[in-house]
């Protein structure tokens, strides 16, 4: 392990942290990479390894946020309570139809979700219709 | 996402079935975010997030906090999971949870300062980063 990958990861930490308190994810999507270009991991170790640090995001992350008010604790334990039932259902659902078709709806489902947060912020930078006339 | 079909009707008035309904939601919700982190290896709040602010009338801020929490639940499961096979290597990952820490403490003092108009709007970019991933 050398300086500069020890930097690499340090640097690819905080920048994850940061993502993950900005927009509520765990930050794995760059965790992930991270340990295989600069730490060396397979691919298969760096995804159980990143969950490591998932943890530790979430749990100083969430009380944060606590803190300024933004957490809804009980949906919080309810997701994370029923989210096996995905993993189960995921896997299932995998060996039916096939990996690909997965990925594809995956993304289906996220531009959707994407063009309608783009459709909220639109109308919302309309003025209050109340004074339109 | 079978509930999308009624986005036409008239709104309901949420009080008068709070609990069925929302814990459905969620339960969904949740599965969708299991599946997802079971089979890409990444979490769920890809997911979560937009979900609950589009499906539950989240605020932003509250969706990320409350998604942030799950994760924890979600993450430490498979955390262990993967223990049992040996593939957790716990230096490597201290040495960039250590580093996320600090910058998860940043990065929620940010969110609070900038409109939820520009944490969805990151976010939906975000998005269409994960479904070009997805789909490539």
Redesign the interface.
């Known amino acids: 392990m050398e300086a500069a990958d ?1 930097i690499g ?21 760059l ?2 990479p ?2 295989v270009v600069f ?1 060396g ?1 397979a691919q ?2 760096a ?16 009380w ?3 803190s ?1 008010g ?4 009980r ?13 189960v ?3 299932l ?2 060996h039916a139809v096939g ?1 690909r078709v ?3 709806s ?6 959707v ?6 459709r ?2 639109a109308s ?2 309309r003025p209050s219709e109340a004074s339109s006339g | ?1 079978a509930d999308r079909s009624r986005c036409g009707a008239p709104p309901v008035d949420d009080r008068a079935a709070l609990l069925p309904p929302q ?1 459905l939601r ?2 969904v ?26 499906w539950m009338g ?2 932003e ?19 262990v999971a ?2 049992l ?1 040996g ?4 230096l ?21 300062r900038v409109p939820e ?1 520009a ?10 980063a ?3 991933v ?2 490539v």
């Open positions: 020890v990861a340090v640097s690819i930490g905080v920048a994850g942290g940061m993502l993950a308190g900005l927009v509520g994810v765990g930050g794995g999507v965790f992930v991270g340990l730490l991991l298969i170790d995804g159980a390894t990143s969950l490591v640090a998932v943890v530790l995001v979430g749990a100083v992350g969430g944060r946020q606590r300024y933004n957490l809804r604790l949906d919080g334990v309810a997701l994370a309570l029923f989210s096996p039932v995905g993993v259902a995921g896997v659902v995998a990996e997965l990925e594809l995956f993304a289906a489902v996220q531009l979700m994407a063009a309608q947060l783009v909220r912020i919302a930078d | 996402m814990l969620l339960a919700i949740a599965t969708a975010a299991g599946a997802f982190s079971a089979l890409f290896g990444v979490g769920g709040g890809t997911l979560i997030v937009p979900l609950l602010v589009l989240y605020g801020r509250e969706a990320t906090g409350t998604s942030l929490a799950a994760i924890v639940g979600i993450a430490a499961v498979g955390a993967h223990g096979y593939n957790v290597h716990l490597e990952g201290l040495l960039i949870g250590v580093p996320a820490v600090g910058g998860v403490i940043a990065g929620t003092a940010l969110q609070q108009r944490v969805s709007a990151v976010f939906a970019a975000l998005l269409v994960s479904a070009v997805l789909v």
